[in-house]
C-alpha cells in the first residue's frame, strides 16, 4: 500500500458573514482559550455558516486528486487549512513532507522585489539551500517563459506571469504534496497545457496532488479521482467521471433556482421548448450522435410576418458552442397566428458529453429587434463514452498509405 502524504479527518470550518460580529466571536473565543476552556462550537451562532464541514479524506504518493464544486463550495478553504493558511474549527488535517502550494495569485511573491528574488525567498522557506537553488534557477526561469522580465519587480509583472512564475517555482522545488488552485485558469492554452504535463511528470515522481479547477477535462486527464463538494460537504469521493457527473447535477440545480432571463416586445412569445427522440418522446438527456428534435413551441398576440427562430447550445456556465436560426438555413416561416410549435431536427447529435443550457429567441424580420428572448430557457445533458476532449465530435474515418520496404536478410543468416 503506497504512502499516506495528506491525512484529513472530520475537519470543520464556519465563518462569519458579518464582520463586527465576526471580530466579537473571535474575541469571545480567544477569551476561552485563556480561559482553558474549549473555543470550538459544534452549533452555529448568528450570521455564522459552514465553510466546511464533517471533511474526511486521504491522498497517497503519486496520487492526483481532482477537488470540484460550484463558487462558495469550500474548495479553497479546505486548500488553505491543508496549508495552514487557517486552522480548522475542529478535526485533524496531517501533511508528511514538503508542500508546496498555489492557491491564491501572488501568493508568497513580495512585489517590490523581483522575479529572481522572489525564486529565492520562495525556495528558501521551504528549507532549500542555496546551492540546490542555483542548480535549479535556470530550470525555473525557462519553464516560467518570463526571462526577460525575470529581474524586474514582480508588482510591474500581468497577471499572466505572475500565475507562470508561481507554478514555475511550485511545480520545479521537488515538492512531497503540491496544491494548486483555480489560478491557472488566467494562463494562456499553451502554458495550461505545459503545466498539465508537468503535473503528470510530478505524480510519476511520487508527488500527491489536489488539483482544484472548474475545467472538467483538465480534471479527468490530470486526475486519477476526484471529491465533490457542495456547500462544505463532501457528495463524493472516487471516480473522477462520477464526481464530474455530481457536479453537473449541482449546477443544474442551481441553474434552475436562478431562472430564466427574458426581454422583447411581445407580438410572439416562446412557450416552451421540448426535447424529442424519434417516437416522439420528451427527454432531457441523450447519448453523443443520437437523434435529436428540438421543439419551440410559441403563441401570439396577433399576426406575425415571417418571424426568425434562432435556439443556441452553450456549455453550462460557460461559452456558446452553436446555434441555429431559420433565415441562415432559408427557412420561410410566412404569418403566425395563434399558437403552435417549430421543429428543428439534428438527425446526429454531435456535442460532445457535457450540460448544455438553450437560449431561444425570435427575431423581427430585421434580424436584430427581439419579439422574444429567453435566456437559459432549457438544459440538455449528453452523455457518452467518447475518450477525447473538446466540444464536438466529428464523424470520421481512419487510412492508412504505407509502402512497404523490402525485408533486407543479411549474408550470415543465410546457410
Not at 525575470?150 to 507562470?164: C, D, E, F, K, L
Not at 480534471?219 to 460537504?233: D, F, L, N, P, Y
Not at 428572448?373 to 432549457?378: L, S
Amino acid at each position: 500500500m503506497s504512502e499516506i502524504l495528506v491525512s484529513v479527518e472530520n475537519v470543520n470550518k464556519k465563518f462569519c458573514r458579518s464582520l463586527k460580529r465576526s471580530l466579537w466571536y473571535g474575541v469571545k473565543d480567544m477569551i476561552s482559550e485563556l480561559g482553558g476552556r474549549s473555543s470550538q462550537h459544534s452549533h452555529l451562532r448568528q450570521d455564522e455558516f459552514w465553510a466546511v464541514r464533517g471533511a474526511s479524506f486521504q491522498v497517497r504518493r503519486g496520487e492526483a486528486l481532482g477537488l470540484i464544486g460550484h463558487n462558495g463550495a469550500g474548495k479553497t478553504t479546505l486548500l488553505r487549512m491543508l496549508n495552514g493558511l487557517i486552522k480548522p474549527d475542529s478535526g485533524r488535517i496531517e501533511v508528511r513532507g514538503r508542500m508546496q502550494a498555489l492557491i491564491a495569485l501572488g501568493a508568497g511573491f513580495n512585489p517590490v522585489l523581483t522575479g529572481r528574488e522572489n525564486i529565492y525567498i520562495n525556495a528558501s522557506v521551504l528549507g532549500i539551500p542555496k546551492a540546490e537553488i542555483d542548480r535549479r534557477y535556470e530550470e525555473i526561469v525557462d519553464f516560467s517563459g518570463i526571462r526577460e522580465f525575470i529581474n524586474m519587480p514582480v508588482q510591474s509583472y500581468s497577471t499572466g506571469m505572475v500565475v507562470r512564475l508561481g507554478f514555475s517555482i511550485a511545480a520545479h522545488l521537488e515538492p512531497d504534496v503540491l496544491l494548486v488552485d483555480e489560478v491557472l485558469a488566467v494562463g494562456d492554452l499553451a502554458f495550461r497545457n505545459k503545466c498539465q504535463l508537468r503535473i503528470q511528470e510530478l505524480k510519476k515522481r511520487g508527488v500527491a496532488i489536489i488539483f482544484v479547477s472548474h475545467n472538467l477535462h483538465a480534471i479527468s486527464h490530470v486526475c486519477s479521482r476526484a471529491i465533490a463538494i457542495e456547500k462544505g460537504e463532501i457528495l463524493y469521493d472516487g471516480e473522477v467521471e462520477q464526481a464530474i457527473d455530481l457536479y453537473r447535477e449541482s449546477l443544474i440545480n442551481l441553474y434552475q433556482e436562478e431562472g430564466e432571463l427574458r426581454t422583447g416586445t411581445g407580438e410572439i412569445k416562446i412557450k416552451k421548448i421540448e426535447f424529442l427522440n424519434k417516437a416522439d418522446q420528451t427527454q432531457s438527456e441523450i447519448n453523443v450522435g443520437d437523434y435529436l428534435n428540438v421543439r419551440i413551441h410559441y403563441e401570439t398576440t396577433q399576426t406575425v410576418d415571417n418571424p426568425i427562430f434562432n435556439v443556441t447550445f452553450s456549455r453550462l456556465y460557460g461559452e456558446q458552442v452553436t446555434g441555429l436560426r431559420t433565415d441562415v438555413d432559408g427557412f420561410d416561416l410566412g404569418q403566425l397566428n395563434g399558437e403552435g410549435f417549430v421543429d428543428v431536427v439534428i438527425p446526429h447529435f454531435n456535442l460532445l458529453p457535457n450540460v448544455f443550457t438553450i437560449d431561444a429567441t425570435v427575431f423581427h424580420p430585421d434580424g436584430f429587434t427581439f419579439y422574444d428572448r429567453i435566456n437559459r430557457v432549457a438544459t440538455l445533458k449528453v452523455r457518452g463514452g467518447l475518450l477525447i476532449n473538446g466540444t464536438a465530435f466529428l464523424p470520421h474515418e481512419w487510412t492508412l498509405n504505407q509502402e512497404m520496404k523490402p525485408v533486407e536478410t543479411s549474408r550470415a543468416s543465410i546457410r
